[in-house]
């Protein structure tokens, strides 16, 4: 077969060829990209402009919530555009730069949900040394740590998946998807591809067993509070994040934990759309629908007169409290 290395760009999965559907397809996928780039930006526009979200948790939150507006980002619009103009080609640059931003985002995402576990734990089973552990430099440091992590990750990645020659370029997916493009290559899998495997298996499983553990110990520390109540507040903290840590696993598992094989065209669309597009979709509304400070935030955020109370202010991005 033809060593296509040096190919300009690669097809991705076209998802109809009727036009009526097409556009239906377009309008399905703005409407979802439309919703979750709103509820994202609503939860960090009331982190950022109510003082009273000033705290690690909802620092944390923030941070998830510009980590899931990137994400849906980088290939939800790729697929409308292509969807509208009845096309199927990605450059190979864009190709590239959706496998670094996939994993980029989606391991900071991960190590933000790890973070978000440990101050929960803290916040209940040491409450009196939460301000002392918890304080502006270390949730600084914590985010930072992350956000690096995930760079780690996606160079790591993106380098592992372009470094070896295709034989192919049609991939079988809406977007750059790696379990697709490791099927492009001349050789298969080789050594490189399989250590990335590997330290992608060990990376999200020691965060997964971290926060298994955190849990169990929260869980024990909740069950020993005399209070009726202070269960009942310790645990409205600890499900919005329970929830959307299980939806991020959950539907991960959905896409990659799968018979080996080759799966049809619309299974591979019905399980990307799974683990790549619902949580950032979701992840807002988990957090608000449950939470009384993000309610009274996102309130305020209707209220025209809020606004010009903090026009003359400085431009802070959160202080932690």
Known sequence: MPNLTSTSEFLLLGFSEIGELQILLFFVFLVVYLTA???NLLIILAVVLDHHLHTPMYFFLMNLAVLDLGSVSIMVPKAMANTLLNTRSISFSGCVAQVFFFFFLGGSDFAILTIMAH??????CSPLQYETIMHEGACIQMAASAWTAGILTATLNSGGTFAIPFCSNVINQFFC???QMVKLPCSGLNLIEIGILLFNCCLFAGCFVYIAITYMKIFATVLRMPSVQGRKKALSTCIPHLTVVSLFLFTGMFAYVRPP???SAEMNVICAVFY???PPLLNPFIYSMR???IKTALLKLTDFGYFPQIGSSKIILVKLG
């Open 37 to 39: 780039v709103t509820g």
């Open 261 to 263: 094989g080759n799966s």
């Open 119 to 124: 101050d929960r734990y803290v916040a209940i």
């Open 276 to 278: 790549a597009i619902l």
């Open 291 to 293: 939470n009384k400070d």
């Open 177 to 179: 998807e790696v379990p």
